[in-house]
């Protein structure tokens, strides 16, 4: 069977494709380098319980850009399926435009879940990321906390990317999941298919 390609229309066979080359870092990067700039990194290690295994400096997914991330290819090529086929669609349906920029703010940090004192967030391993919004082809943000109940373009547009998201996450958590969540999308890459 012929490797996932990023900029491919989603089939019946996508995500078991994503599946292979999430399971094989090597497959990651060169999936990855279809539309992703970044940049290969050694692993982290950090202490027992943190560190990012098959590490990138990311600084885009295909159109659009990203400060410069640290995360783990798995993250980095669920996010340029989710620009891909979900991002870059619901800008062009709700704005009429592209997009140019995906406003995160972060991805790697070696903390434990909020609100539990021994459990490790996934963000200990760079496994999830988390998006406050966006920037248009025009350069007019939409944020999550100031648009979430924003214009209809703007509330259509974010709960089609936070569903689109759940198509490449495994859990994704939003405004209408806590208050914790009111102004980003938590992104993980594991998890029991939480949509919210
Ligand atoms: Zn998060």
């Known amino acids: 069977m012929k490797e996932l390609v990023v900029t491919d229309p989603v089939t019946p066979l996508t995500h078991f494709k994503l599946r292979r080359v999430l399971n094989e870092p090597e497959a990651c990067l060169r999936v990855l380098s279809q539309t992703g ?4 990194m050694d692993p982290l290690v950090d202490g027992e319980r943190c560190g990012i295994a098959n590490r990138v400096s990311l600084s885009g997914v295909g159109s659009s ?62 496994a999830s990321i988390d998006i406050r919004g966006v920037v248009l082809a025009d350069g007019t943000s939409v944020d999550l906390l ?14 089609d990317v936070r569903d ?7 859990t994704v958590l939003g405004p209408e999941y806590n208050a914790l969540h009111a102004d980003h999308f938590h992104f993980q890459n594991q998890g029991w298919g939480t949509c919210r």
């Open 65 to 126: 850009k990203l400060r410069p991330l640290e995360t783990a290819c798995e993250t980095a090529l669920r996010l340029a399926m989710w620009d891909q086929h979900g991002v870059q669609p619901a800008g062009q349906t709700h704005f009429g435009q592209a997009i140019r920029e995906l406003r995160h703010i972060g991805s790697y940090n070696c903390r434990a879940i909020r609100g539990a004192t021994n459990r490790m967030s996934t963000h200990a391993t760079a």
């Open 37 to 40: 700039q970044f940049s290969a």
């Open 164 to 170: 689109a998201g759940c198509q490449w996450f495994s």
């Open 146 to 159: 100031s648009d979430w109940n924003g214009s209809v373009a703007q509330q259509g547009f974010l709960r």
